[in-house]
């Protein structure tokens, strides 16, 4: 019996989750790209709403990929660091993204869920499958608690784009999220 095994139920639930969230997101974008999508919102919707899906993609395949028999931890751990230093530069692209976006301004709440807070999970990632050979209980309680921050910041990120377009865009509104 691995470290991982322990792990199984967090991963279905999370996974799971993950797996929901990525089909109410595909949902809410077509429902969406009904509008107009030119231009700038284009570009916007690139910043703020495609790295919802990449943050539920990530959780939904490290949820499978470490609720497989692994013999080890090493080998999950590896795929895992992949994980985490790609999606460091995932996070890099989509802040340059935001700052060349004008369709909205973002406010601090926006930098801090998509921005910060991922780059902080992937991040934990990369730092954890370090952390697996000395610590590997340890490292799992970081890979657990990235996997949920970045399910959160979907959370967040997908419910802050959903209120955007239907209160601000549909209305013609502003933007007083």
């Given at each position: ?15 799971a ?21 030119a ?31 692994w ?14 230093i ?25 930098w ?15 730092a ?28 967040h990120?997908a ?11 549909a ?7």
């Amino acid at each position: 019996m691995t470290a991982l095994a322990g792990w199984l139920n967090f991963y279905a639930i999370v996974g799971a989750s993950a797996g929901a969230l990525i089909g109410l997101q595909f949902v809410v974008l077509t429902l969406i790209t009904r509008t107009s999508m030119a231009g700038a919102d284009a570009r916007a919707s690139r910043a703020f709403a495609t790295p919802a899906i990449v943050h539920f993609g990530t959780v939904l395949g490290l949820s499978a990929t470490l609720s497989a028999p692994w013999e080890g931890i090493g080998a999950p751990a590896v795929l895992w660091g992949i994980v985490g230093i790609s999606g460091m530069v995932y996070a890099v692209i989509v802040v340059r993204q935001i700052r060349v976006q004008a369709a909205y301004q973002p406010e601090f709440e926006d930098w801090l869920f998509h921005a910060v807070l991922p780059a902080a999970a992937y991040t934990i990632l990369a730092a954890s499958a370090y952390a697996a050979y000395f610590y590997p209980r340890e490292a799992l309680f970081g890979v657990g608690a990235a996997l949920l921050v970045l399910l959160l910041a979907g959370v967040h990120n997908a419910w802050d784009a959903v209120t955007y377009h239907v209160f601000v865009k549909a209305t013609g509104g502003e933007a007083d999220r």
